[in-house]
T-cell receptor
C-alpha cells in the first residue's frame, strides 16, 4: 500500500523554468511533510518541510504548497538550475499521532537542461 | 557531508550469507534510522533506535536485525541473504526520536547479492 503517491516519475525542465512535483496522501493523521533531495551516489538531504497549519512555505527558490482538503502538497522550484538536477522525494509522518516513521513517495528524477 | 558515516561503502556477497552494515550518527544525535532503497520499492523505512532502544519498526524482514550500542553507533545485520536483498541501505540520524525531527542521511552502503 503506497501511502504517499508522487508524480511525475521524471521531469525535464529548461534552465530558468519552474519545476513542479506533486504528492498526494490518504492518511489524514499525517501532519509533517518534508521534501528530500538526492544526488547520484549520495544519501537524501532534507530540503524543506511543512506542517498542515500553513498553506505555503518558501525557502529561497524552493516553495512547498499544501492543500489540506485535497490531501495534496507540491514542491515548486523557481528559476531551476542545472545544479538542481537530482531526485526529489516527498515524505510524510504523523509525529503527533504517535507514528514517527517517515513514509516516502517513489521519487521524481529532475533534469534541468542548460 | 551530513556527518553520518556508513561502512562499508560497497559490499558484494553470495546468497545465504550474512553481512553487517555499520552506521555512526552525527555527533549529538541519539536516534538512528535504517532505510532500504531499491528501484522498485523506493525508500523503505526498516527500523529506528533511540538511545539504545528500539523505537519504531517498519518493513523489516525477520532475517534482518539491528541494534544501537552505548556509543550510539548502530549495526544492521542481514542474514540468509537473497538476490532480492540487493539494494542501497541508508542510515539516518536525528537529535530527537519524533517523526518531525530532521533526519540526516549517510552516504549509504550498496549491497550486491550474487
Amino acid at each position: 500500500q503506497q501511502q504517499v503517491k508522487q508524480s511525475p516519475q521524471s521531469l525535464i525542465v529548461q534552465k530558468g523554468g519552474i519545476s513542479i512535483i506533486n504528492c498526494a496522501y490518504e492518511n489524514t493523521a499525517f501532519d509533517y511533510f518534508p521534501w528530500y533531495q538526492q544526488f547520484p551516489g549520495k544519501g537524501p538531504a532534507l530540503l524543506i518541510a511543512i506542517r498542515p497549519d500553513v498553506s505555503e512555505k518558501k525557502e529561497g527558490r524552493f516553495t512547498i504548497s499544501f492543500n489540506k482538503s485535497a490531501k495534496q502538497f507540491s514542491l515548486h522550484i523557481m528559476d531551476s538550475q542545472p545544479g538542481d538536477s537530482a531526485t526529489y522525494f516527498c515524505a510524510a509522518s504523523s509525529p503527533q499521532g504517535g507514528s514517527e516513521k517517515l513514509v516516502f513517495g517513489k521519487g521524481t528524477k529532475l533534469t534541468v537542461n542548460p | 557531508d551530513s556527518g553520518v558515516t556508513q561502512t562499508p561503502k560497497h559490499l558484494i556477497t553470495a546468497t545465504g550469507q550474512r553481512v553487517t552494515l555499520r552506521c555512526s550518527p552525527r555527533s549529538g544525535d541519539l536516534s538512528v534510522y535504517w532505510y532500504q532503497q531499491s528501484l522498485d520499492q523506493g525508500l523503505q523505512f526498516l527500523i529506528q533506535y533511540y538511545n539504545g532502544e528500539e523505537r519504531a519498526k517498519g518493513n523489516i524482514l525477520e532475517r534482518f536485525s539491528a541494534q544501537q550500542f552505548p556509543d550510539l553507533h548502530s549495526e544492521l545485520n542481514l542474514s540468509s541473504l537473497e538476490l532480492g536483498d540487493s539494494a542501497l541501505y541508508f542510515c539516518a540520524s536525528s537529535v530527537a526520536p519524533s517523526g518531525d525531527s530532521a533526519q540526516y542521511f549517510g552516504p549509504g552502503t550498496r549491497l550486491l547479492v550474487l
